[in-house]
């Protein structure tokens, strides 16, 4: 298929719920293969739609009817399955973390040189609308001058949840620090800039697993902006909450929707005489449309071959991060 053609073929390895999410957010792209560990998996997301389920991650990424192959596994198989759709000459987006280390991504990145094909990273916070609406107030430069971001970010798990995936160190590459805590990360890294002093301790403070199920991070830039950031998997009320702090004023994002509470951001502006802040609060209600937005930008990513916003850069910086916070909290 060129780039100029108007619907994308996709496979989905990784069937379960992003994976469900990814094929429902693909508007005029069409669902053509999909592959699970679980069959019935790739089975119940696969015949609705009219895709071929296939037996294998070798069996969908070679397959010539295929333009982009979407991967939403568990950790441990992110960057192989990535690594075989560019070696297969398919574009990819691939769900964040990208990779348990750096050197996952690493590798990723050098396949898809090789290959010469594009690689989005599914950080999809930044598609929510109170994060896009608060970097395009940050982008006109209302904000003045950065000081800080504050971030919290956390759930309270689920019966179990000690003897799920994730709280396999093999299968996941930690625990809540590169699950949530990458978002928080990620974010903070949009709007501060790179860290060049990293911070932090990865603590398991009520689940008996032997992952991290609490994250406390303090992340500093160059120019000596700082970011405080706390993910957390022993958070009783599901919570998302990211202040960014500039010279002359402050944003505050709230809320995911569903169990998070509906999305909100507000804006306060400083005034000269200081005091109260002007405020202007914008609430969003309603599905959460941040992985359709997410997708329609990659794909005219791969129409026009222009290299994605949100790409393997992006993922090594918060892994890189991640891995300091891991290796003894100081960096």
Not at 213 to 238: I, P, Y
Not at 258 to 276: I, K
Not at 305 to 328: H, N
Request: aromatic share 8%; glycine share 10%; with cysteine.
């Amino acid at each position: 298929m060129s780039p100029a053609a108007s619907q994308l073929r996709v496979g989905i390895v990784g069937c379960g719920l992003i994976g469900r999410k990814r094929a429902a957010a693909l508007g005029q792209d069409r669902l053509v293969a999909c592959a699970d560990l679980d069959q019935r998996r790739a089975e119940a997301l696969a015949v609705p739609a009219g895709a071929a389920v296939c037996h294998s991650v070798d069996d969908l990424v070679r397959r010539d009817d295929l333009d982009v192959v979407i991967v939403a596994t568990t950790h441990d198989a992110l960057a192989s399955v990535a690594m075989a759709a560019l070696e297969a000459r398919k574009h990819v987006l691939v769900e964040k973390p990208a990779g348990r280390t750096v050197a996952e991504v690493e590798a990723i990145a050098r396949a898809a040189a090789a290959a010469a094909r594009l690689v989005h990273v599914g950080f999809n916070h930044r598609y929510h609308p109170a994060l896009r609406r608060a970097r395009e107030i940050f982008a006109r430069g209302e904000l003045g001058p950065m000081m800080m971001v504050r971030g919290r970010y956390g759930h309270g798990g689920r019966p179990g949840y000690e003897r799920e995936w994730r709280a396999d160190p093999v299968r996941s590459g930690g625990g809540e620090l590169i699950d949530q805590g990458v978002h928080l990360i990620d974010l903070a890294r949009w709007f501060l800039g790179e860290f060049t002093e990293v911070r932090g301790l990865a603590t398991t403070l009520y689940w008996a697993m032997t992952v991290d199920d609490n994250a406390f991070l303090m992340l500093r830039t160059a120019g000596g902006q700082v970011a405080f950031l706390h993910a957390s998997c022993s958070e009783w009320k599901n919570l998302f909450s990211l202040e960014i702090y500039g010279r002359s004023g402050k944003l505050h994002i709230e809320g995911l929707g569903g169990s998070y509470g509906v999305e909100r951001l507000a804006w306060y502006r400083m005034l000269p005489e200081m005091g109260p802040p002007e405020t202007t609060i914008w609430e969003f209600p309603g599905p959460d449309t941040s992985w359709t937005v997410e997708w329609a930008e990659f794909a005219e990513d791969i129409r026009q071959m222009r290299a994605p916003a949100t790409g393997l850069a992006d993922a090594r910086a918060a892994l890189a991060v991640v891995e300091a916070v891991y290796r003894g909290g100081a960096g």
